[in-house]
């Protein structure tokens, strides 16, 4: 079964560095996803992205986020400068289609911020 | 409001007993509520899904209980087996911007004893 995939599984990294999470979506999938889930509270979403554009963002989703498809499979989501409060596992997902019962989760990233 | 409102925290039954988990919206515009099943640190994996147009659902074990009128949707685990012991969000899916966003609940931790 064709998998969302994501790397690394665990990042761990100072505050005020720049991280970029990986996500390799579903080959012909269209729609592309981050959510995050700080430790025991539930998912969130993040921003979505289609046709090489974000297509909305939420409010977590500040000048110190951005997301690109710098290729053909991979979909990234930099944090500039990371905060304390980053620490979260974020997920990637994607969709073929524009509802969401396409959607298919990552496994995540741990991002521990130290 | 795009809240989804999740009950009760934490679940404990027994092996073979009914799980029973309740979500409530506000939001008349969410037109999709799928329910999620996450093992410790895996992604969320779709468990099963409705459409408001529908009262029921059912797969296997699992079923749906739509009610449009109250606003309410609650997932039942027939016959719950330790396997089952995960935790449960509910969602609901918005159109938003070009794409579709996932509304999470703050999931419900079910245990299943043997």
């Known amino acids: 079964e064709p998998e969302v995939t994501q790397t690394p599984s665990h990042q761990v990294t100072q505050m005020g560095q720049e991280v970029i999470l990986r996500c390799v979506p579903i080959?012909?999938?269209?729609?592309f996803y981050w959510y995050r889930q700080i430790l025991g509270q539930k998912v969130e979403f993040l921003v979505s992205f289609y046709n090489n554009e974000i297509s909305e963002k939420s409010e977590i989703f500040d000048d110190q986020f951005s997301v690109e498809r710098p290729d053909g499979s991979n979909f990234t989501l930099k944090i500039r400068s990371t905060k304390l409060e980053d620490s979260a596992m974020y997920f990637c997902?994607?969709?073929?289609?524009?509802?969401?019962?396409?959607?298919?989760f990552g496994s995540g990233t741990r991002l521990t911020v130290v | 409001q795009q809240q989804v409102k999740q009950s009760p925290q934490s679940l404990i039954v027994q092996k073979g007993g009914i799980s029973i988990i309740n979500c409530a919206y506000e939001?008349?515009?969410?037109?999709?509520f799928p329910w999620y099943q996450q093992f410790p640190g895996k992604g969320p994996a779709l468990l099963i899904a409705i459409r408001p147009d529908v009262s029921e659902k059912k797969e296997g074990r699992f079923t749906i209980s739509f009610n449009k009128s109250a606003k309410q949707f609650s997932l039942h685990i027939m016959d719950s087996q330790p396997g089952d012991s995960a935790t449960y969000f509910c969602?609901?899916?918005?159109?938003?911007?070009?794409?579709?966003?996932?509304?999470f609940g703050k999931g419900t931790k079910l245990t299943v004893n043997p």
């Open positions: 080959s012909n999938h269209l729609y």
């Open positions: 997902a994607s969709s073929p289609l524009r509802g969401a019962h396409g959607y298919t």
């Open positions: 969602a609901a899916s918005i159109p938003q911007g070009g794409s579709e966003k996932l509304v």
């Open positions: 939001n008349t515009a969410f037109d999709y």
